[in-house]
């Protein structure tokens, strides 16, 4: 091989060194920047043992303490509710003042929940509409659904307790949609 040639050879993969050298040497200087809609750092942690991660997650937060909203607009609205749990696009996104010790797994899970205390859902859309009732267990996707005011109610297994009218003390297990307590 000629010197000629082997120059020309070696051309092409010390470019690539440089290249590459150059890419490293500015590596440090790169960093992800945080969108403009999302101010500081997202760390979660909050005052009053309030935790909160997610586009609007607690936003509006009054006085309520010990607070934990990991999804989408979870807990929104929470204004002086304490102690509630929210997991999920809109779980518990409605609760206001008042609503404690609440827990909502899922998306939609308790969605619509203002004034309820003592709650449990865990499901898609679980406990849905549930406005002021209080000490109910809902484990399923679309469990205790229309569930406004009733209480101590236990749903288990998908869409249990659809529909309960009037409100009743009841414990049914993976009944279907169209079952309708009356």
Do not use: H
């Amino acid at each position: 091989m000629t010197p000629k040639k082997q120059i020309k050879s070696t051309r092409p993969l010390l470019s690539l060194v440089a290249l590459a050298v150059a890419c490293f040497a500015v590596l440090p200087q790169m960093q992800a920047a945080l969108p403009p809609e999302i101010p500081g750092n997202p760390d979660g942690c909050y005052p009053a043992f309030t935790t909160a991660e997610g586009c609007n997650a607690l936003a509006l937060l009054g006085g309520g303490i010990g607070n934990s909203a990991f999804g989408w607009y979870s807990l929104f609205l929470a204004g002086n509710a304490s102690f509630n749990t929210g997991v999920g696009a809109g779980a518990l996104a409605l609760t206001t003042t008042g609503a404690d010790s609440n827990t909502a797994v899922g998306t939609a899970a308790m969605l619509l929940n203002t004034t309820g205390n003592l709650n449990t859902a865990v499901g898609t859309n679980a406990l849905v509409f549930n406005d002021n009732g209080g000490f109910n267990n809902a484990v399923g996707a679309f469990a205790l659904y229309n569930n406004i005011d009733g209480e101590s109610n236990n749903a288990f297994g998908y869409s249990a307790l659809f529909q309960i009218f009037p409100p009743a003390i009841t414990l049914p297990l993976g009944m279907s949609r169209s079952s309708i307590m009356t």
